[in-house]
């Protein structure tokens, strides 16, 4: 718990850190003002969970005589502007009883409590029990935030282009808690106002994803999480912008490399010669060993979505399906098929054919790849808030070879876009997610 502790008396100021401290604050946690300018620039550069704040004080300490409107004017300044930083809690301390009934007829509705400095020292006990209060509210206040959803919908792409192929869908806009993210409201086919936030990294990459996945679930905390974008198909299972669902994703890169033994030398084969101290040579050629540890969207409102939607398939409309001529005219791309299987994702781009039989060894029905989803799905599995439901939804660009068609790139965002957002609606009007 990070503490503010604003009075011009030090000897007060001793004893309210020590009454912190015993309430579990860390003494690196408390923060400590001396007149109502001090207070402001801790505000103004800080939060904090709690702030302990003398009634009467001198706008800057030397100067002038303590008042309570110098410290009206602050407690004004935290809750009516948003120029400073909210304490979770306020606790009003003073001996000066026109203080108290000052504060309990302007501002006070906002203040934890008000403690009268008494020459006993019975005023400590007060505070201490309202640190224990405060302690203990703080405490189920944020566990009850983080067992609750927040948003119906976080939409989450690598890179800006395929967030951009929601510009035409949704009404963006920015949001003051984190820069880039974007809110917007929406109504699902049940009729209900939904709310959502999206999110374009800016770059690819399973760290990346797994980092920025981590932020937007512990800060808005949805309902349902969804990535869409461009991913590499494998060859004579999809074709180009098809709409892969990632039903289980294979890390594929993950595991080590080491030398595979032979007995003696094989030409085209073995690449490396190890001599041994007694002159001896062992034969060998560079390997890498896979292991991967699939993870699977399993929540039942997602698997029943996913499948109704590949045995439904998806029609563009005819506006839709001008777009996408627009977008890829030298492509067919306008009777994409629905694909839900097994998918692999990596830190690096396939542009080399000879890496997807090593992709297929993993699992024979491997749909396509990418650098993404993996990264994703381990973040909404581990969250240490409520874990929400997630599925990854990209369009075919290419076949994970040197041939790479950036000229589909922008037509397969506007697919997997689109797909996304139905399949969103599908998934959480399901009975299951209710």
């Known amino acids: 718990m990070r503490a503010l502790v604003v009075h011009d008396r030090e000897e007060i100021v001793s004893k309210i850190s020590a009454l912190l401290v015993e309430c579990g604050c860390e003494e690196n946690d408390v923060a400590v003002a001396d007149d109502v300018r001090s207070a402001t620039e801790k505000l103004r550069n800080d939060m904090f969970d709690i702030a302990i704040l003398d009634l009467t004080l001198q706008y800057k300490k030397g100067r002038g005589t303590p008042s309570y409107e110098a410290v009206e004017n602050l407690l004004v300044e935290i809750f009516q502007t948003e120029t400073l930083h909210i304490p979770a809690d306020i606790i009003g301390i003073t001996k000066e009883p026109s203080a108290v009934s000052a ?58 282009s395929e967030m951009a192929a929601y510009n035409q869908r949704l009404t963006l806009v920015d949001c003051e808690e984190m820069q880039g993210v974007k809110r917007f409201a929406f109504t699902s086919s049940d009729g209900k106002n939904r ?68 007995p003696e030398a094989v030409p085209g084969v073995t690449d490396v010669e190890i001599v041994h101290e007694d002159n001896s040579i062992t034969h060998g050629r560079r390997t890498f060993y896979a292991r991967p540890t699939p993870l699977a969207a399993e929540h039942p409102s997602v698997t029943s979505a996913c499948r109704s939607m590949r045995t439904s398939g998806y029609k563009f409309s005819d506006e839709e399906i001008t777009t996408i001529k627009g977008l890829a005219p030298k492509y067919d791309l306008t009777s994409p098929q629905v694909r839900y299987g097994p998918v692999a994702s990596g830190g690096a781009v396939i542009a080399d054919e000879h890496m997807i039989p090593r992709i297929k060894s993993l699992n024979e029905d491997i749909l396509a790849a990418d650098m993404e989803a993996y990264g994703l799905y381990y973040a909404a599995k581990n969250t240490n808030v409520v874990k929400p439901m997630f599925i990854c939804v990209k369009s075919v660009s290419d076949y994970c070879d040197s041939k790479k068609n950036d000229g589909v790139h922008e037509a397969c965002n506007f697919i997997s876009a689109k797909v996304a957002l139905e399949l969103s609606d599908k998934i959480l009007t399901a009975k299951q997610a209710l």
């Open 103 to 160: 504060v309990s007829t302007t501002i006070g509705s906002h203040v934890l409590a008000v403690i009268e400095e008494d020459d006993g020292g019975a005023w400590k006990e007060d505070l201490r029990d309202k640190l224990s209060y405060a302690k203990r509210v703080s405490k189920a206040r944020q566990l009850s935030r983080n067992s609750r959803f927040d948003v119906d919908l976080c939409i989450i792409t690598a890179l800006d």
């Open 195 to 262: 709310r959502g936030v999206a999110f374009a990294i800016g770059r690819a990459g399973q760290s990346s994803v797994a980092s920025a996945a981590q932020v937007l679930l512990s800060q808005y905390r949805p309902k349902l999480i969804v990535m869409s974008g461009i991913c590499g198909g494998m060859p004579e299972k999809v074709k180009l912008g098809d709409i892969v669902l990632f039903q289980q994703v294979f890390d594929w890169d993950y595991g080590k490399w080491a030398i595979e033994k032979f």
